[in-house]
């Protein structure tokens, strides 16, 4: 590297300018020489060297923190390396620095610092879940540099396909799936040399009947935008109604929000802030007034995320009264419920008057389903006269009889007509055991389909 040397003319006594401003004001001729010219860094924290020889007393200074130099200064016509740090640079641009030569307050040289940024391209997931028929998802890619993204499938498509520093919304659509199997495929984002994917999935409406059953009721979620009054129920309650939970339930709606409503053939029941800073959700009734009596119950569940999360599917006695038949000797059969602080831990539960919470007698089993949370998996109660077994993607969860529990009443009121209930609480006794963390809102738990299936 060749020297650049420059006469810079200044007073002998070096004062009175702005370090900011060079001044060619002066009587006396100070020589700079100063090696390299200009620096350069990559976007990780580093040390570069800087040779500066003048010829009168000076010092240096960056007008940048995460640029430090060691010495600040040096003596006249002695030749002096400087050791520039330079911190990593984690935001998203291209940033640059000055380092001022000084002699006595007066700047007789600058050297430009420029260091790059680290070339990143981000999506707002990493993995998209579709239902049978065809239906669109947005995300968000955020990049300092171009970048693209491309399907790995034809049944697939992204607009924008490409794009440019900044944050651009791409919208993914999905076509429909009339085949008999799930299908999965990738979106590659590519950028700066580097690549990263998203996983996509798509589910099948095909319907499998469990041997010996048939089909007696089910919703698949693809027609219209809300639930069919005819079929569903929603709760209207105020927070603190059961387990102390937070949430508002609403019939639908609450300030122009859907907690409920029908999207690219699933259900959405969604939890969120509203405006007034109350939460609301969701929570809904499959044949409220007349329910089945045994058979098959069967869901395909995407779980939401966050801690204070509390989704359920889960059975309760149709017309009862509690006055007579009050909780918990009325019964209760929870296919499947997950709070947010412990992710993908899964369990059900049996309560019944010589079996419940309140005396930790419950009948109950807790399992891990890797990637309950943000994935879909089959959650199933077969319930038959003599027996109760819970299902997470065809495993058996929990197993019990009534010769086990004991035939009456108290220990064994299901014989008589349950109705299915989906919902997402928020808080309570048990989603909020740990507190609750409302930045997670808003989050939504999917629901693919809900299907009954009595014996022949």
Same mark, same amino acid.
């Given at each position: 590297?060749?020297?650049? &040397?420059?006469?810079? =003319?200044?007073? #002998? ?54 640029? @430090? ?17 330079? &911190?990593?640079?984690?935001?998203? !641009? ?8 000084? %002699? ?12 790059? %940024? ?14 049978? $028929? ?112 937070? $949430? ?22 969604? %939890?969120?802030?509203?405006? !007034? ?30 801690? #204070? ?9 149709? #017309? ?9 000797? %009325? ?29 930790? @007698? ?17 959650? &199933? ?8 077994? @819970? ?5 058996? $969860? ?14 064994? =009121? ?17 989603? #909020? ?24």
């Amino acid at each position: 590297m060749m020297w650049m &040397a420059c006469i810079v =003319p200044c007073m #002998g006594s070096c004062g009175g300018d702005s370090p900011d401003n060079p001044s060619d004001k002066g009587s006396g001729n100070v020589s700079v020489e100063v090696s390299p010219d200009n620096l350069a860094a990559g976007p990780d924290a580093t040390a570069l060297d800087l040779t500066v020889n003048v010829s009168a007393d000076w010092a240096i200074v960056s007008d940048r923190d995460w640029a @430090t130099v060691r010495p600040s200064g040096g003596v006249k016509n002695v030749s002096s390396k400087i050791t520039v740090r330079v &911190a990593a640079n984690n935001t998203l !641009d291209d940033r640059t620095a000055a380092l001022s030569i000084l %002699c006595g307050g007066k700047t007789v040289k600058r050297v430009s610092l420029i260091q790059e %940024c680290a070339k990143s391209a981000s999506a707002s997931v990493k993995t998209l879940a579709f239902g049978a $028929q065809a239906g669109e998802s947005k995300i968000t890619v955020t990049s300092n540099t171009a970048w693209t993204l491309s399907p790995d499938a034809e049944w697939l498509t992204v607009s924008p396909s490409a794009g440019e520093k900044g944050e651009t919304e791409v919208t993914v659509k999905a076509a429909l799936n009339d085949t008999k199997d799930a299908r999965e495929a990738k979106l590659t984002l590519s950028y700066a040399g580097s690549q990263s994917e998203i996983s996509v999935s798509q589910l099948s409406d095909e319907i499998t009947v469990p041997d010996g059953y048939a089909l007696v009721w089910g919703d698949e979620f693809n027609e219209g935008t809300t639930l069919n009054p005819s079929d569903w129920t929603h709760e209207v309650q105020k927070p603190g109604w059961v387990n102390h939970e937070l $949430q508002h339930y609403v019939n639908g709606s609450a300030g122009g929000k859907r907690v409920t409503e029908l999207k690219d053939g699933m259900l959405n029941i969604n %939890c969120f802030k509203g405006s !007034d800073g109350n939460i609301y959700s969701g929570r809904v009734y499959a044949r409220v007034a007349t329910g089945w009596t045994y058979g098959y119950f069967e869901a395909r569940i995407s779980l939401p995320s966050g801690k #204070g999360t509390w989704p359920a599917f889960w059975m309760m006695p149709v #017309g009862n009264d509690w006055t007579a038949n009050p909780w918990p000797k %009325c019964g209760e059969i929870d296919i499947m419920e997950e709070v947010g602080y412990n992710p993908d831990m899964v369990s059900s539960s049996l309560h019944t008057e010589k079996y419940n919470h309140t005396k930790g @007698t419950q009948k109950t089993h807790e399992m891990r389903c890797a990637g309950a949370e943000g994935g879909f998996h089959v959650y &199933a109660l077969e319930w038959t006269e003599d027996g109760i077994t @819970t299902y997470v993607d065809g495993k058996v $969860q929990l197993k019990v009889t009534k010769a086990s529990m004991g035939a009456d009443h108290d220990s064994w =009121p299901f014989h008589y007509a349950f109705y299915p209930i989906l919902n997402l609480a928020w808080g309570g006794d048990w989603g #909020g055991s740990q507190g609750v963390d409302e930045s997670a809102l808003p989050v939504t738990m999917k629901v693919d389909y809900l299907r009954v299936f009595q014996k022949k």
